[in-house]
């Protein structure tokens, strides 16, 4: 633990990465203030039926990875996700068609190319999810006196331009957070979403647990143990590497090489997962 508070108080000591830092948290910062700004028009004190609606299922999933945005009616509501699906879209796309397997092979130019065309891509999904969200409002139990200015196309076509930017805006966010901060961006930008979410679903947890005096207490105990098991667990996977050993010939005096028995042994480091 002692080591583990010194990494901590050497991190401040470098200049470059306690930048890299700062800047990482900034930006996260100023996601999460987007994603509870809400969208002109719309009342937000009248939104506890759509928190309601999105709290379970695939809209619960969805609106975890968003932050809590997707209930919030937010600016940020079609989350980092479009550019996701563009994504996995380009990647698939890129076993079928040739001019995107030559895009490819061409290194880094080839790359830029199609991060741009991931991004245009971006934009049509969004273009397509965000009056969708818009109409599917009322179907999640907002009421009609919660939209201000009416349903109409003087608050569709606004909302969902702004849809649309706050989208392309977290997607710079998370390409800066790769560039000058640490880690993935994009990556990031899930995880700090999927956080967000966490107290308030351990107070529930904790509450309809404890409602009842029948060993919830000691079931919600249990499932903490689990869940830190669990990141253990993945983080061991994560950073596990397989060595793999490498032989050289150890050079005499003479110029001459010895047998590689009694040559010098190296590994390469391996990672078990590679995708991770």
Same mark, same amino acid.
């Given at each position: 633990?002692?080591?583990?508070?010194?990494?901590?108080?050497?991190?401040?000591?470098?200049?470059?990465?306690?930048?890299?830092?700062?800047?990482?948290?900034?930006?996260?910062?100023?996601?999460?203030?987007?994603?509870?700004?809400?969208?002109?028009?719309?009342?937000?004190?009248?939104?506890?039926?759509?928190?309601?609606?999105?709290?379970?299922?695939?809209?619960?999933?969805?609106? *975890?990875?968003?932050?809590?945005?997707?209930?919030?009616?937010?600016?940020?509501?079609?989350?980092?996700?479009?550019?996701?699906?563009?994504?996995?879209?380009?990647?698939?796309?890129?076993?079928?068609?040739?001019?995107?397997?030559?895009?490819?092979?061409?290194?880094?130019?080839?790359?830029?190319?199609?991060?741009? !065309?991931?991004?245009?891509?971006?934009?049509?999904?969004?273009?397509?999810?965000?009056?969708?969200?818009?109409?599917?409002?009322?179907?999640?139990?907002?009421?009609?006196? *919660?939209?201000?200015?009416?349903?109409?196309?003087?608050?569709?076509?606004?909302?969902?331009?702004?849809?649309?930017?706050?989208?392309?805006?977290?997607?710079?966010?998370?390409?800066?957070?790769?560039?000058?901060?640490?880690?993935?961006?994009?990556?990031?930008?899930?995880?700090?979403?999927?956080?967000?979410?966490?107290?308030?679903?351990?107070?529930?947890?904790? !509450?309809?647990?404890? *409602?009842?005096?029948?060993?919830?207490?000691?079931?919600?105990?249990?499932?903490?143990?689990?869940?830190?098991?669990?990141?253990?667990?993945?983080?061991?996977?994560?950073?596990?590497?397989?060595?793999?050993?490498?032989?050289?010939?150890?050079?005499? *005096?003479?110029?001459?090489?010895?047998?590689?028995?009694?040559?010098?042994?190296?590994?390469?480091?391996?990672?078990?997962?590679?995708?991770?």
């Amino acid at each position: 633990m002692k080591k583990f508070f010194e990494t901590l108080s050497n991190i401040w000591k470098i200049d470059e990465l306690k930048g890299r830092i700062i800047v990482t948290l900034g930006l996260l910062l100023v996601y999460r203030f987007g994603a509870q700004v809400v969208l002109p028009g719309i009342d937000s004190t009248q939104l506890g039926a759509l928190a309601s609606s999105t709290d379970s299922g695939i809209l619960g999933i969805l609106n *975890a990875f968003t932050g809590g945005a997707l209930s919030n009616a937010s600016v940020f509501a079609l989350g980092i996700m479009p550019y996701i699906s563009a994504s996995i879209v380009v990647q698939l796309m890129g076993i079928a068609i040739p001019y995107l397997q030559k895009l490819q092979k061409e290194g880094e130019s080839g790359r830029k190319t199609i991060n741009q !065309i991931t991004r245009w891509l971006t934009i049509g999904i969004c273009v397509v999810q965000a009056p969708a969200y818009l109409y599917s409002l009322g179907a999640l139990g907002v009421p009609e006196s *919660a939209f201000v200015f009416g349903k109409g196309l003087d608050f569709i076509i606004p909302s969902v331009i702004i849809l649309v930017a706050g989208t392309i805006f977290a997607m710079w966010l998370g390409e800066k957070i790769t560039d000058k901060g640490i880690g993935n961006g994009i990556s990031l930008l899930i995880m700090v979403g999927i956080i967000a979410t966490m107290p308030q679903s351990f107070v529930q947890e904790f !509450i309809s647990r404890t *409602a009842n005096n029948n060993g919830g207490l000691m079931f919600m105990l249990i499932e903490v143990i689990i869940w830190f098991i669990v990141i253990l667990l993945c983080v061991l996977l994560v950073m596990a590497t397989r060595q793999i050993p490498v032989q050289y010939a150890r050079r005499t *005096a003479s110029g001459g090489y010895e047998k590689n028995i009694m040559g010098s042994r190296q590994y390469i480091p391996l990672k078990l997962n590679a995708s991770g």
